[in-house]
């Protein structure tokens, strides 16, 4: 199986030409770049077309910054800041499709604008688990940040959600979690216990894998759902068909919803919402620490080492 180190030694840093943007395209001066998974895949070559990467390629896939140059056709006013996803980020100057940005107010935090596809992506896991005031969810990766944005959009609805963690972290019931497990010999008997009186888990979101989702799944209350948007166990899952049919369970993954196609004007109105939701500081993204571009070894060697300790940033200018 493919790792997410694999390809991270063919990084180098170098001098580039900053870009001019064209027809349709803004010139983006970047201010922060999160360190996602998905970074490592992308430079492993494991994204699929239209996101592979075309040598020579700047890695990197997501940031915020401030539009400093727009070509033809573009309405977006200098010094406006937004989000971009998929284009080069590890950078001082990138160049984007207009259509592909995220116009954030600009007082919107920047370690929370450089990695807003988080917020989009907790808010659509929670949806899409359908999870009714009072039910019971499942996190696994409990002190990732995608994770902790859901607990925190959870205690927001009113879902009681459970984090399952290998060690503490950090407090998760400070951010909303009903209960935290750890990995181990304990962690079923303990949610046995803890769902005992209930129907089940109405929901997991899972970014693990492993024997771990399939005790999870066998948890499930009748339609309950698992959603999958990760895989850091390189242990495969295994299920009995009754484990699925019987209590009419589904299984389903979740692929970033701008991965292969822009935000539409229709999109709007919902991501307005998040940005309403995560703005302030009662939402709170866990931060790991913040690097300047030369140092970008540590910065990856941090996030692999120990993801679960906040999220990895590369920072460059906060001017306009």
């Not at 991270?8 to 998974?37: C, D, F």
């Not at 068909?241 to 919902?270: C, G, H, K």
């Not at 866990?286 to 590369?314: N, W």
Request: charged share 20%.
């Amino acid at each position: 199986m493919t790792t997410l180190a694999d390809g991270y030694g063919a990084l180098e840093l170098r001098e580039v030409k900053r870009p001019v943007p064209g027809p349709g395209e803004v010139l983006v001066q970047l201010a922060r770049a999160s360190i996602n998974p998905g970074d490592f895949l992308f430079v492993s070559e494991l994204y699929p077309e239209p996101r592979k990467p075309a040598y020579p390629q700047i890695a990197g896939t997501h940031g915020a910054g401030y539009v400093v140059e727009c070509g033809d056709g573009v309405a977006i006013a200098p010094g406006t800041l937004v989000y971009f996803g998929y284009y080069p980020a590890w950078t001082e100057y990138s160049l984007v499709r207009a259509a592909d940005v995220v116009v954030l107010p600009s007082d919107y935090p920047l370690e929370k604008a450089a990695q807003f596809l988080n917020q989009i992506t907790a808010w659509d896991l929670l949806d899409r688990a359908n999870v009714q005031p009072g039910q019971f969810i499942a996190l696994t990766g409990g002190n990732s940040t995608v994770a902790t944005m859901v607990t925190q959009f959870a205690r927001q609805r009113g879902v009681r959600s459970i984090s399952i963690v290998r060690k503490p972290q950090q407090d998760l019931r400070a951010l909303g979690a009903d209960a935290v497990l750890e990995h181990g010999d304990a962690l079923l008997p303990n949610l046995d216990a803890l769902l005992r009186g209930s129907d089940g888990l109405h929901a997991v979101i899972d970014c693990v894998g492993g024997s771990l989702l399939s005790a999870l799944v066998q948890r499930l209350a009748l339609g309950g759902r698992a959603i999958i948007y990760g895989g850091y166990d390189t242990a495969k899952f295994e299920l009995h068909n009754f484990d699925v049919l019987m209590r009419d369970v589904t299984i389903q993954a979740y692929i970033y919803r701008f991965f292969f196609e822009a935000p539409a004007a229709s999109d709007r109105p919902l991501l307005q919402q998040i940005i309403d939701a995560t703005a302030g500081d009662d939402f709170v993204v866990p931060l790991g620490s913040l690097h300047a571009l030369a140092d970008f070894r540590t910065a990856l060697d941090a996030t692999l080492a120990t993801p679960e300790r906040g999220k990895r940033f590369l920072t460059f200018s906060d001017a306009r």
